[in-house]
């Protein structure tokens, strides 16, 4: 079965800084690119930023680039989110996902259970 | 990218047939058959109910289907139940590597 762990949320401050990581098993964690998705309080869906299997390719989100940054170890199955200059706007539960294949997402299956990031002032 | 439109709210009695439509541009719904459908219940996450336009992944009952036309997509759920309560999301790919979400339909069961 397929599972996928974030971790790493909390409390921070505007211009802080926190990493979240994702631990996956139950799959070939390397042959699937994966990415990250929030969701802030009451609000829909955003997509964050995505990476291929190799960890090659890396790709963002307007509001977060520059500033969040995306990379993965395949030895470890885990894929991480380092979100640095954090704004207040940044405070979603954070989801990681599977993607289709190890080059592309095409759908986002299965989801994690999300880690919340609440930037306060 | 700018959100997919959804409405807000929709809502049938059981046994009934919804659609929600998802409106995009030809940027991303128009031009690629990668849209996704997600279901979420209230504080749980998200689940993929139908991927390319209309392929539903294993587990996922058929009484939910997709389609689109143009720039807009559709999900409809047939034979309403009481369990199909919950938040609906489209998903399509927008180009360059990135994504974009509608924001969101709360379907009610009557």
């Known amino acids: 079965e397929v599972q996928l762990l974030e971790s790493g949320g909390g409390l921070v401050q505007p211009g802080g800084s926190l990493r979240l990581s994702c631990a996956a098993s139950g799959f070939t964690f390397s042959s699937y690119a994966m990415g990250w998705v929030r969701q802030a309080p009451g609000k829909g869906l955003e997509w964050v930023s995505s990476?291929?299997?190799?960890?090659?390719?890396?790709y963002y989100a307007d509001s977060v680039r520059g500033r969040f940054t995306i990379s993965r170890d395949n030895s470890k199955n885990t894929l991480y989110l380092q979100m640095n200059s954090l704004r207040v706007e940044d405070t979603a539960v954070y989801y990681c996902a599977k993607g289709k294949g190890a080059g592309v997402i095409d759908w986002f299956d299965p989801w994690g259970q999300g880690t919340l990031v609440t930037v306060f002032s | 990218q700018s959100a997919l439109t959804q409405p807000a709210s929709v809502s049938g009695s059981p046994g009934q047939s919804i659609t929600i439509s998802c409106t995009g541009t030809s940027s991303d719904v128009g031009t690629y058959d990668l849209v996704s459908w997600y279901q979420q219940h209230p504080g749980k996450a998200p689940k993929l109910m139908i991927c390319?336009?209309?392929k539903r992944p294993s587990g996922v009952p058929d009484r939910f289907s997709g389609s689109k036309s143009g720039n807009t997509a559709s999900l409809t759920i047939s034979g309403l139940q009481g369990e199909d309560e919950a938040d609906y999301y489209c998903c399509s790919y927008a180009g360059r590597y990135s994504w974009v979400f509608g924001g969101g339909t709360k379907v009610t069961v009557l």
């Open positions: 990476i291929t299997g190799s960890g090659g390719g890396t």
């Open positions: 390319d336009v209309n």
